[in-house]
T-cell receptor, first 108, second 113 residues
Framework: GQSLEQPSEVTAVEGAIVQINCTYQTSGFYGLSWYQQHDGGAPTFLSYNALDGLEETGRFSSFLSRSDSYGYLLLQELQMKDSASYFCAGGGPDIPTFGRGTSLIVHP | DADVTQTPRNRITKTGKRIMLECSQTKGHDRMYWYRQDPGLGLRLIYYSFDVKDINKGEISDGYSVSRQAQAKFSLSLESAIPNQTALYFC????????????FGPGTRLTVL
């Protein structure tokens, strides 16, 4: 099985950079995904890392290190609308397992 | 139109009642999933289906059942609802396996009194 650990809450100010970490333990692992969920809304896909390294999509970047069983989501130039929950998800061969989520609070 | 729809969006019911939550998708994917979300517990998998004839239990299937009526439709039932089933329920679909993007419906907020 898989388990993923991420901080429950992170706070930052508008315009700053924030990193949300995710460590995982798994008996089978194919990659790490990140999802964003605004309060009351549906989770939406942000990024996926199958290989070690950095993937960049606009203001968001995601990193994976398989040797360290670790990944992170980096959000740059934070905006108030980035206040949301962020979930890492470990992909097995058939189904993903989600972390418990990190609530990001962006202050003006 | 949304790719994944769920009905109802909100439901309040009483202990012991049978409840059905419905999900439809227009993405043409074979794989569909039902998740439950509770504060601080993330998304937990209830059931998943890889095609109409393939249904599997997830992490927390006790007290729930599902029906895959067609490629596009996947229903979740609570045979006898209890208060600790009060939660936000999401349906999702994906094209492929565990690493593929999950497309979520808008969710159903269920309250069991």
């Amino acid at each position: 099985g898989q388990s993923l650990e991420q901080p429950s809450e992170v706070t930052a100010v508008e315009g700053a950079i924030v990193q949300i970490n995710c460590t995982y333990q798994t008996s089978g692992f194919y990659g790490l995904s990140w999802y964003q969920q605004h309060d009351g809304g549906a989770p939406t896909f942000l990024s996926y890392n199958a290989l070690d390294g950095l993937e960049e999509t606009g203001r968001f970047s995601s990193f994976l290190s398989r040797s360290d069983s670790y990944g992170y989501l980096l959000l740059q130039e934070l905006q108030m609308k980035d206040s949301a929950s962020y979930f890492c998800a470990g992909g097995g061969p058939d189904i993903p397992t989600f972390g418990r989520g990190t609530s990001l609070i962006v202050h003006p | 139109d949304a790719d994944v729809t769920q009905t109802p969006r909100n439901r309040i019911t009483k202990t012991g009642k049978r409840i059905m939550l419905e999900c439809s998708q227009t993405k043409g994917h074979d794989r569909m999933y039902w998740y439950r979300q509770d504060p601080g517990l993330g998304l937990r998998l209830i059931y998943y289906s890889f095609d109409v004839k393939d249904i599997n239990k997830g992490e927390i299937s006790d007290g729930y059942s599902v029906s895959r009526q067609a490629q596009a439709k996947f229903s979740l039932s609570l045979e006898s609802a209890i208060p600790n089933q009060t939660a936000l329920y999401f349906c999702a679909t994906s094209e492929g396996g565990g690493t593929d993007t999950q497309y979520f419906g808008p969710g159903t907020r269920l309250t069991v009194l």
